[in-house]
Every structure is written in C-alpha cells, then in structure tokens.
C-alpha cells in the first residue's frame, strides 16, 4: 500500500464549478501538506503549503487538512478552463534525517475544466 | 525573482552512457532536491543537498549520484544509462531549512534509446 493515495480521475467538470481534490494517507508522522498543480510538459507548481490540521485559504483556492483522520482536501472555486492541469498532494514529515528534502507524492488527479 | 532552472530541458542518450543535469535553484535557497518523475511512478525522491552536504537521498541504485557547489546550484549524474531511465527529472529548491516547501524548476526531458 502506497502512503498516499490520490485518485488519478481523470476528473471533468464545467466552468464555474466547485471543484474537490483529494488524497489520504497512513504515514502519521506527516506534518507538512502541500498541493501542486502540474501543466504538461512543466514542471509542479506549488499551489498551497500547511502544516498541521486546519484550513488555509489563498483566492479561489482552499486547503483543508484532517490529520485525525489523514485526510486532506484541495477545493477549487470558480474554476476555469485554465484550472485544468494535474493535481498532485504531497507530505513530508516534522523531522530531520531521512525526512530532509523529502516529499512524498501521491500520483496526481487530472482535472479538465471545459467552457 | 527568477524561479528554478534547470539545463538541459531536453536530452536524448544512448544505452551504456553516462549524463548530467543541471540546476540553478531560486537565489537564497540553500536546500536543493531531486526527483524522477515517470506516468508510471510518479514522482520518486532521488536526494537532497544542502550547504554542499547530501543530507538524505532515496532508493535508487549508486548509478545515480549529485552534488552542490557553494553557490547552491546543483548537479545530479546518471552513469551507464538504462532505458528506465527515461523520464523527467525534476529539480526543487527551498527556502525551509528541512527542504519541504519545495519550488521546482521546469525538469530535464531525458530519454534513452
């Protein structure tokens, strides 16, 4: 079993839709929770970055992390064609060691937003 | 600002030789991290330096190895190509002493025939 998992979708919604991305994971030692999107043929672009349990808003995006029950949300507003990307979820824990640099991913959901 | 920089972009080599991949990470970032990035795997962490150090690196074979100069920018080598190795590899620079909020450059295509 993977330590995080995303479902890959492929996920399509219209304009203007509310858009859920999630991803669960069994490592409890996870402190730290960010959200990329990923153009094709770019590299990741990093959307949100939490630490610990709760919800960080930034524009139409909304980051909510549930620690207790490893579990944590990416919503999209409003979203629009040019939302449309690969999502991936990625940890990492508090701690030094075999933990330094290390993010781990989960395998990214595709999102279309069609007009 | 400018962001992460990765050279070449794109790259195509031959089985049984070696490459290497550059990466200018974001000024005053100190924490530089490599990822390997296949449809099939994801993204897999490769290794991490900071201050010249490699502080924690992954589960890939000796084939794979890097370093960072004292400006911070980096250089990761594959020696005796695979065609496994075809993938895009990705590098990420941070600001965080623990090298997690992570900002990634535009990757290196690499593809072996």
């Known amino acids: 079993q993977k330590e995080v998992e995303q479902d890959p979708g492929p996920l399509s919604v219209p304009e203007g839709a509310i858009v859920s991305l999630n991803c669960t994971y069994s490592n409890s030692a996870f402190q730290y929770f960010m959200w990329y999107r990923q153009y094709s043929r770019k590299g990741p672009e990093l959307l949100m970055y939490?630490?610990?349990?709760g919800n960080k808003e930034d524009g139409r995006f909304t980051a909510q992390v549930d620690k207790s029950s490893k579990y944590i949300s990416l919503f999209i507003r409003d979203s629009q064609p040019s939302d449309s990307a690969t999502y991936l979820c990625a940890m990492s824990p508090n701690a030094g060691g075999t933990s330094y640099g290390k993010l781990t991913f989960g395998q990214g959901t595709i999102l279309t937003v069609h007009p | 600002k400018a962001g992460v920089t990765q050279t070449p972009r794109y790259l195509i080599k031959t089985r049984g030789q070696q490459v290497t991949l550059s990466c200018s990470p974001i000024s005053g970032h100190r924490s530089v991290s490599w990822y390997q990035q296949t449809p099939g795997q994801g993204l897999q962490f490769l290794f991490e330096?900071?201050?010249?150090?490699?502080?924690n690196k992954g589960n890939f074979p000796g084939r794979f190895s890097g370093r960072q100069f004292s400006n911070s920018r980096s250089e990761m080598n594959v020696s005796t190509l695979e065609l496994g190795d075809s993938a895009l590899y990705l590098c990420?620079?941070?600001?965080?002493?623990?090298?997690?909020?992570?900002?990634f450059g535009q990757g290196t295509r690499l593809t072996v025939v």
């Open positions: 939490t630490y610990s349990s």
């Open positions: 330096y900071f201050s010249e150090t490699q502080r």
């Open positions: 990420a620079s941070s600001r965080s002493d623990r090298g997690n909020e992570a900002f």
